[in-house]
């Protein structure tokens, strides 16, 4: 998807956040997914891709819909949700 022109806003939890920060990212990431699905559905169409790779033990989740919106989920958050 071309971004013709617009800024990548990127959303990250950084290491050494607070915990209660990094163990609601999973859950963060989901909403935003949510409201990209539900913005495209109101304004009529949409496209968008979601990616994830393992960095340094984390999972980078990265949603892209017009700006880039991205996540690092540990894996100790992910046995959590499960």
């Given at each position: 998807?071309?971004?013709?022109?617009?800024?990548m806003?990127?959303?990250?939890?950084?290491?050494?956040?607070?915990?209660?920060?990094?163990?609601?990212?999973?859950q963060?990431?989901?909403?935003k997914?949510?409201?990209?699905?539900?913005?495209?559905l109101?304004?009529?169409?949409?496209?968008?891709?979601?990616?994830c790779?393992?960095q340094?033990?984390?999972?980078?989740?990265?949603i892209?819909?017009?700006?880039?919106?991205?996540?690092?989920?540990?894996?100790?958050?992910l046995?959590?949700?499960?």
């Open positions: 998807m071309s971004q013709h022109g617009r800024k806003a990127h959303k990250t939890a950084i290491e050494g956040d607070h915990d209660s920060e990094a163990a609601n990212e999973c963060r990431a989901l909403k997914l949510e409201q990209v699905v539900l913005e495209g109101r304004h009529g169409y949409f496209e968008y891709s979601v990616a790779e393992v340094k033990g984390k999972r980078r989740l990265v892209k819909a017009g700006v880039s919106h991205q996540f690092y989920i540990s894996q100790e958050e046995d959590r949700t499960s």
